[in-house]
């Protein structure tokens, strides 16, 4: 990752995610977990490209004809690229 690029992601982190400390079963240890939801898909599809990980989950869509479709990026597992 580009310095640039990290500069360019904490930006977008800082100002549309949530981090959250999550488990799957309860005797586990917190993870930490960071999603970023956006109406734009191409930026999320971007910033996994760049992370080089993550999962992008369609949000239901409840008034199509006054909101735009909606997506978050789930980053839950440590990367070793990050």
């Not at 904490?10 to 960071?34: F, Q, V, W, Y």
């Amino acid at each position: 990752m580009e310095k640039w690029e990290a500069a360019y992601l904490a930006g977008i982190i800082d100002s549309e995610d949530s981090i959250t400390l999550t488990r799957l079963h309860n005797n586990e240890n917190r993870k930490p977990c960071i999603s970023v939801s956006s109406t734009d898909k191409e930026l999320l599809v971007y910033l996994q490209k760049v992370i080089d990980g993550g999962a992008i989950n369609n949000k239901k869509n409840y008034k199509p004809d006054k909101h735009k479709n909606s997506y978050t990026l789930y980053f839950k597992k440590r990367q070793t690229s990050i």
